[in-house]
């Protein structure tokens, strides 16, 4: 459709004076709808992504003409509107703020129906693997600049469980020298930590390795975890299945003392 530009100071059979409330209501009433329009952007040049979701106000004639509302912006979807100059000096800037909005109204909305038809817990949301791995995704779409198929790049249960041996690996190669230099120098404490699951009944015993840097920095490690099968939890019972449990889920490199 084609569009022309009108100003209240030349058009002054024209004259309306327009605030951005008064043009979402414009825009959002449904009698009103034929009258008042978002239109596209049109310049051949445009850089700025708010102008996929965003285009301009404008006011349509019965001969089918219409006319843009100077000064305006306004989202296709939900018709809110911003001042925005165009020609060089308007930002987009809250524009693309608007946009993040609708973006996070759709995440909200994915994860909401993944929870309930999945049926996981609420507190999924909080946990920091998702956020790290979520962001990984967003880092590899934006080096290939453009969408890509999750089906491409999700793995199945079983690649998973295969994995977990091979990192575990790797980050022990890693913790290795340092817990060695800790234990040579006498800074190293590796705590047993007991407890159990009330719903499985099903005790475990985890061990811990905490040093303090010569920076003053305290560290900690979760290093194995495992089964606690002992009929009592004397010290005793607990340093022997500690040195098994050790052992069997990887040498760290260290003697222990304890
Ligand atoms: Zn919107």
């Known amino acids: 459709m084609y569009c022309i530009d009108i100003s209240s100071?030349?058009?002054t059979d024209l004259v309306e004076q327009y605030s951005t409330s008064s043009i979402e209501n414009l825009l959002k009433q449904k009698d009103q709808s034929k009258q008042f329009m978002v239109v596209k952007n049109d310049q051949k040049y445009v850089s700025s992504p708010a102008w996929s979701t965003f285009g301009f106000p404008a006011k349509r004639f019965e001969d089918g003409s219409c006319q843009r509302i100077i000064g305006f912006a306004s989202c296709f979807a939900c018709k809110d509107t911003y001042s925005y100059q165009y020609g060089g000096s308007g930002s987009t800037k809250y524009l693309l703020?608007?946009?993040?909005?609708?973006?996070?109204?759709?995440?909200?909305?994915e994860l909401t129906k993944w929870i309930c038809s999945s049926v996981r817990p609420f507190n999924i949301v909080s946990d920091p693997g998702l956020k790290i791995t979520l962001q990984t995704v967003m880092n590899i779409?934006?080096?290939y600049q453009g969408p890509i198929n999750a089906e491409d790049i999700l793995v199945t249960p079983p690649t998973i469980a295969n994995n977990v041996h091979k990192?575990?690996?790797?980050?022990r190669s890693l913790i290795r020298p340092v817990l060695i230099d800790q234990a040579e120098s006498g800074a190293l404490c590796v705590c047993p930590d007991l407890w159990n699951d009330q719903y499985k009944k099903v005790d475990y015993l985890g061990l811990t390795a905490f040093f303090v840097t010569s920076a003053h920095g305290l560290y900690s490690f979760d290093l194995c975890c495992a089964r606690y099968n002992e009929n009592d939890k004397t010290g005793q019972s607990v340093l022997q299945i500690s040195r098994l449990?050790?052992?069997k889920c990887g040498n760290f490199g260290f003697k222990s003392e304890c």
Request: with cysteine; glycine share 0%; net charge positive.
């Open 167 to 171: 990192l575990a690996e790797y980050y």
């Open 141 to 143: 779409c934006q080096k």
């Open 97 to 109: 703020r608007h946009l993040t909005a609708h973006d996070c109204t759709l995440i909200r909305d």
């Open 9 to 11: 100071s030349s058009s």
């Open 245 to 247: 449990v050790k052992n």
